[in-house]
């Protein structure tokens, strides 16, 4: 049986080491995305102030003890200088402390404001996660939808399946059915949970919400560039927690108006009154035409 397990792991293992050795590795960005929402900017802009006031206070603290080790060694002063009860230093590394969080609270305190702002909506969406996909329901355009991991990447994960990973384009970051929004409008988007905690997160747009079930999270936010927009559930969720991707496709106003006229202001969903049993949610997914 080991035997078994290790020609069935090989394969993936061999190519585990060639992505690792390839462009694709190389090419990953290790800072946080700058996105294309306001919300994102501003976090993007609070987080690199973060990083370089870090930068210079690692630079000042580590340049003393170079400059103490080096001025203040043994050959030039035997014995050390007495700083004990020292008011004036005592002071000092109060003093400069709360200065520094004084200075950081501030603009940390008003993107935490505009994130929280969710007036004037120009439209709503409740997102609901389920084990192990999203519904989506426009409540205003009368359109609901499932949207899960879409076939292609749910055949490739399964282990004596043909497809390959390395075979399909956005392996494991593909939908049946992305969710579809218009640029520069302040969407309102409400996600709450359907049978266990979920959390609907996309870097680019600077959003994540966990999904509690009997709960709401709202965020506002505005999309200011086309484009299609990917995240993933961001909480441990169960089995199927890593194949629960999220694809957000923004869309111009004219467009996204075109979209939704052909959806005909409905898509086919399933109405229940809790919890859609997995086959028939599934079976929705797969049979809805985005």
Partial sequence: MGTSLFKKAAPLATGA??????????????????????TAHRTWDLHMMMFYLCVAI??????????SLVAHRRSRHPEPEQFHENTA????WTVIPFLILIAVAIPAAATLV??????????????TGYQWLW?????????????????KS???RMLGSKLSPFDVKHYDQ???HPLVLPIHKRILLMVTGGDVIHSWWVPALAIKRD????????????????????????????RGHAFMPIVVKALPVDQYDAWVKKQGGHVPWIKSAGQPAGGKANSAAKSSKS
């Fill in 17 to 38: 080491a060639a992505w690792a050795l390839s462009g694709a590795a190389q090419a990953v960005d290790w800072n946080m995305p700058y996105g294309v929402t306001n």
């Fill in 58 to 67: 690692g630079a000042i603290v580590f340049g003393l003890m170079f400059y």
């Fill in 89 to 92: 230093v005592e002071i000092t």
């Fill in 114 to 127: 505009h994130i929280g702002n969710d007036s004037h909506p120009d439209m709503s969406v409740k997102i």
């Fill in 135 to 151: 519904k989506y329901d426009y409540p205003h355009q009368n359109i609901s939808f499932y949207s899960r991991l879409d076939w």
């Fill in 154 to 156: 749910d055949q490739a």
């Fill in 174 to 176: 593909n939908v049946t």
């Fill in 211 to 238: 999904a509690i079930p009997g709960f709401v999270n709202e965020q506002v936010t505005t999309i200011n560039k086309p484009g299609t927009y990917r995240g993933e559930c961001a909480e441990l969720c169960g």
